[in-house]
């Protein structure tokens, strides 16, 4: 069964935050998913989002996706001590419920021992996630064959590009794959909203 996710905006000290989620799930002996918005390269919507960033804003703002039943706990356990001065219920600002999530990527390999890593990588994908627009380019020339770092031609080429499209958490998962393989080149999430 899939789980719902939803994006909250909370306002405070990233460390004071992580330690309430963090303490949360050591206290409630549970473990939950969820992620920082730019530790993992998710898209923002407006240019404001990307304003804040950029200004000391970005430093007490912060766009995390977090499973329903944490951040159901988190605010129950925030309305249940009451207005503090770090953190409390009024710090939470926003919530929207997410229905999916997709990147885009593209990749380049001039040896086969890395394409087929690369086909390996795309080929492995949970369930929940589907690829989409994939359309990758095998070349071999064999007249090009020999060890020429800056050759404008290559004995084997590798190339294309595609979209990823699933469900939380199993994206991550898959973009993160993707982000390992230096020749692999995801973009940023982009957030499909319920």
């Known amino acids: 069964m899939s789980k719902n996710f939803y994006e909250v905006v909370v306002e405070g000290n990233y460390h004071t935050i992580y330690g309430l989620f963090e303490g949360y799930m050591l206290g ?3 473990s939950w998913h969820y992620y920082f918005s730019k530790k993992v390269n ?5 240019l404001s989002d990307v304003l804040k960033q950029w200004v000391s804003l970005g430093n007490k703002i ?26 409390g219920t009024a710090y939470i600002k926003s919530e929207k419920k997410i229905k999916g999530a997709s990147f885009n990527f593209e ?11 690369i086909k390996a990588i795309i080929s492995d ?4 996630i589907s690829l989409m627009d994939y359309n990758p380019k095998e070349k071999v020339d064999k007249d090009a064959k020999g060890v020429e770092l800056y050759s404008p031609e290559h004995e084997y080429e590798f190339q294309g590009k595609g979209k990823v499209k699933g ?19 995801p973009q940023a999430i982009e957030i499909e909203w319920a």
Do not use: C, S
Request: hydrophobic content about 35%.
């Open 28 to 30: 409630t002996g549970k």
């Open 42 to 46: 998710i898209k923002r919507d407006t």
């Open 62 to 87: 912060h766009h995390i996706i977090i499973e329903e039943e944490l951040l159901n706990g988190i605010k129950n356990a925030l309305a249940n001590q009451g207005e503090k001065k770090d953190l």
């Open 107 to 117: 990749f380049k390999a001039y040896a086969k021992k890395f394409a087929d890593e």
């Open 125 to 128: 994908l949970p369930e929940g």
């Open 167 to 185: 469900t939380f958490p199993e994206i991550i998962d898959v973009w993160e794959k993707f982000e390992k393989h230096p020749l692999i080149n």
